[in-house]
Structures are given as C-alpha cells and as structure tokens.
C-alpha cells in the first residue's frame, strides 16, 4: 500500500514535468534552438535512425563508440587486475608500482589525450590507449584490494592442508577477490564511457559523443538531445550489463 | 597488511623490511620514480625515441622553470593554475551547498526521494561533457556553462551519496533516540547527522574526483586559461614539453586535492568506522 502511494508521487513528477515541457514548447515560450519540444524530438529521431548522420547510420555511430569502450576497458582491466593480483600478493611489487597508479588514477583523463593525439595521430590507436590508460589504475587499485582483504585464515587453513602457493592463489585468493575486481570493473567501465565521450567530443570524427557535439555546432539542439538521451540509455545499458554479468560469475558475492 | 609470503626465506625478507621502520615503502615508492626519470631520460638521450616527441625530463624541468618564470602565452602559471582549481572547486562548493541538504531531505522523506529520485538516478550516469553541448547553447561560452558543467557534475553523486547515507542510519538509533525522549529535531542533529556525515563525505570525495577530471575537458574545448587550456594550446605548437609539465602538474594537483579531502575527513568525521 505504502510502496503503492510513493510510485504514485514519481508518477505524478514524471507527468508534470513531461506537461511543463509539452506546454512551454507548444505555445513558443521559449525558442525551440534552446529547448526543443517532445513532438520534434521524436521526429527528429526517426530522422536521425533513416537518415543518418553525416556518412554514418545511428547504429552505426553507436557501434563505434561501444566497440572503444570494449577494446578500452577489456585491455585495460585485463592489464590493470594482473598488476593488481600482484600488487596484492607482493608488497615489495606494491610499493614500486604504488607511485604511478596513484599519480595515474586522480590525473585528468582528457589531459593525456592531447599527448596521445601527438604520439599516436587523432585516428582510433590514441582513444583505445586513452581508455586503456583510464580503466588501468582502476582495476588495478580494486584487485590488489581484493587480495589484501582476503581473510588470512583461508590462505592458512589452506596451506595447512598442504596446498602449493599455485593452487592457493587459483582457488582462494583469486576467487576471493573476484567480487571486489568485479565492483572496480564497473567503476572503470563508468569512468572509461564518461572518458569516450569527452574524447570523441574533443577528438572525433564519428561516434555518439561526436554526433552530439557536431549537432551542437551546427545549432541542431533537437539532434543534440537526442544524443544526450541515448548516451544516458547506452550508459545505462552497459551498466545492466556489467551487473549482469557480474551477478553470474560471483554469484556467491555477499554470501 | 602485508599478504602471506609463503617460504621462510620470503618471511625474513619482510621481516627485515618492516624493521626498516614503516617508511620503507616511501622509499622503494621514490626509487622507483626516480628509475624511471632516470630510464626516460636514458631512452630519449640514447636516441631511441626522438626528443621532439618525448621530451627528456629535464627538458620538462626546463619548461617548467620558464613558465614559471615567464608565464605562457600571457597568463602566468599561478593564473593557470588557479583558474583550474578555482573553477572545479566552485562547482563543487556550489555541488556541496545544494547537493547535501538536497539528499539529505531525500533520505528524510520518502515522498520527496520519490518525485526526484528518477532524475538524479537518470543525471549520474550521464557523461557529464554530453552537457557542455547543451549548457554552451543555453549559458554561452563563458564562465558561467563551465560552472554550470562542474556543479551538474557533482550534484548528483553528491545527492545520491548523501540521500543513501541517510537512509543508511540504523532505524533502531533512531527509535531508541526517540524513546529516550529526544525531539525530531534532535533525533536529526544527534542520530542522523552524525551517523550519515562519513558517507556523505565519501561521495564528497569522488565528486571532487570527478569534478577535477571534467574542469580538464571543459577547458580543452572552450577556454583561454587554465591548465587544461594550456596543454592543448602546447599541443597545437608541437610543444610536448609544455604539455609534459601540464599533465604531471594536474597529476599533483589532483593527488594533493584526494589527501586534502583525506586528512579532512580524518579530522570532521574522526567518529568513522567507531560507530
């Protein structure tokens, strides 16, 4: 029942703010350049999925920008949880590495890109590095984490029943330690999505971060957001999908 | 702290390390900088990457003192610097001022969390620059979009952090405050502030993260100071060194930014953890 009247108040935000818009818009209150209403952005969507923007289709655009992120944040986590294990494992390894992933991690993505442009051209080389870059200290932080904060009772009850440094690192230390890589994937993958977009916006010649900042050059707000509101869907999805996953593999993750 | 080190051999290693007094790690940490400055410069002199494109660092150390001296492109450094951090940290403090009370209220009431709850939840993970687009159309390409971007940054990771905080207060406290005769006004200010504020403080730091990193990007695309502008400007000048002391300058900065929150953290919410 109580559950029931609060849905209601969502509702009823939703519709309200859905009747502002419609009404501001339909009577010319403000200039559609700035605030388009839901009547033109549903037709300039269709127009943007049958048109195309610029050479390329919607899905088009929305591939190139999911397929950084993949080749990104797959390289950089897979590298970032290998340092990661050993950071945990080896302290001597720990406090070598420690200085570059804490200077890595709080420094400004988009500031390396404009060296990486330099080194490696605008083309898609500079970006996956980018994002490879971005994901690394993240996962690498998350899984040393992960092993520190295995009970050491586990890794000793194990030795005791004679287990070699092998199969204690392959059936405790890295099972324990997954569901916490798990919680720093999909941190880096937040930060690497944010990063691709920015790095399109500021460097690109196609995908969705482009497509929106292209539209807003061009005065095209009706396109830009459409933009906006598909990079929030697409966002949101990959998200959904990390968890997913997520829920799968560490099942056990809370338990 | 340290992981099991599995043969007798690895275990006096370690034990002879933490004798070394807890500063070991600092000191292997400075090593290993300073191997690597050394392997840079040994690289870039041996001629195995051209300097033009991997400046040496004393080449950086030289940009350095000569900015510092002589400013680049008529700002001088502490311009740039401080209109970097001024500009992230008034989109924060602007984050913080309305962000905080906002979830807080959120957390109160479950009515309020309700009518806004969807629209935070649909603005935290939205790319923050896909904004700029928009905020440039509607504010222009002054200073006011920047803020406006940084503070849109933040809000949300503040709300939602502060909103779950709340949310988070044992509701047995609370009842036992309030069977013990204490107002709502004080079951709030005793009970609830205090038991939410460690949270509330570590969305805090990750909005100041996030803030940090968007200042850059904002100032890559519309900008004429800020370090930000300075490195991209270098880079349509070929300047790689210029650029080199841009980036490990931001690097600092947001290193000295992250312990600053830290060692504020240990001091307003020293109760973290002891509750």
Partial sequence: ?255 | MQAWPARSAERMRVAAISILSGYWRTWVGAGAVLLALAAWQGVVVAGLVPSMLVPPPTDVWGAFIDILRHGYRDTTLAEDIGATVGRALAGFGLATLFGVPFGVWMGVDQRVASSFGWIVQFMRPLPPLSFLVLLILWLGLGEASKIALLTITAFPIVVSASQAAVRGVPALWIAAARSLGASPGQVFSRVVLPASLPMIFTGLSIALAATFSTVVAAELLAANDGLGWMVLSASKFLRNDVIMVGIILLGLIGMVLSRLLLFLDSRVVHWRGRT
């Fill in chain 1, 1 to 255: 029942m109580k559950s029931r009247r609060l849905w209601l108040f969502t509702l009823t935000s939703v519709a309200f703010l859905l009747v502002v818009w419609t009404a501001v818009t339909a009577i010319g209150a403000v200039n559609p350049l700035f605030l388009p209403g839901p009547g033109l952005l549903a037709s300039s969507f269709v127009d943007l999925t049958l048109h195309g923007y610029k050479g390329y289709s919607l899905p088009e655009h929305i591939g190139i920008s999911l397929m950084r992120v993949a080749l990104g944040f797959g390289t950089g986590t897979a590298v970032g949880t290998i340092i990661g294990l050993g950071m945990g494992m080896v302290p001597l390894l720990d406090a070598f590495v420690a200085p570059f992933v804490e200077f890595l991690r709080p420094l400004p993505q988009l500031a390396y890109l404009v060296l990486l442009i330099v080194w490696f051209g605008i083309g898609e080389t500079s970006k996956i590095v980018l994002l490879f870059l971005t994901a690394l200290p993240v996962a690498a932080i998350a899984a040393r984490d992960g092993v520190r904060s295995v009970p050491r009772e586990r890794v000793l009850a194990a030795r005791a029943l004679g287990a070699t440094p092998m199969q204690i690192f392959i059936h405790v230390v890295f099972p324990s330690a997954l569901p916490e890589i798990f919680i720093g994937a999909r941190l880096a993958v937040g930060i690497v999505y944010a990063t691709l977009i920015a790095a399109e916006i500021i460097a690109g010649s196609d995908g969705i971060g482009w497509l929106v900042f292209d539209a807003g050059r061009f005065l095209r707000s009706d396109y830009v957001f459409v933009g906006v509101l598909l990079i929030g869907l697409m966002g949101l999805g990959i998200d959904r999908a990390l968890s997913a996953l997520e829920r799968r593999i560490v099942h056990w993750a809370g338990r």
